[in-house]
Nanobody, 124 residues
């Protein structure tokens, strides 16, 4: 059972930056697909950035967000040029590569491991 703990959320003004971190209880890289998702109340969870053999970004964050890892147990999401529409609860997730490593959350929700989420607020 992989345990994931996010940190780094907070409140920033539009145009600012935040770096989210995700600490895993065991080695997740490169065994698992790993990624970041976000959700606002009343909306479905959406993929932001995922990585396994390549990095995939949602169109809305491409060029502004960067997913990376510096150890086999730590995942990051560098968020630059934040916009009010980026405000959400951000979750990191890990899942086995079986079925693909894509932004669609369904396989991650059914077969993956999730952190508890960290809140990001962006004021205009």
């Amino acid at each position: 059972q992989v345990q994931l703990v996010e940190s780094g959320g907070g409140s920033v003004q539009a145009g600012g930056s935040l770096r989210l971190s995700c600490a895993a209880s065991e080695v997740i890289w490169p065994t698992y697909c790993v990624g970041w998702f976000r959700q606002v109340p009343g909306k479905e969870r959406e993929g932001v950035a995922v990585t396994y053999d390549r990095k995939i970004y949602a169109t809305s964050v491409k060029g502004r967000f960067t997913i990376s890892q510096d150890t086999q147990k730590t995942l990051y999401l560098q968020m630059d040029g934040l916009k009010p529409e980026d405000a959400a609860t951000y979750y990191c997730a890990a899942k086995r590569p079986l079925g693909g490593c894509t932004l669609g959350p369904s396989l991650w929700l059914s077969a993956g491991y999730w952190g508890q989420g960290t809140q990001v607020t962006v004021s205009s």
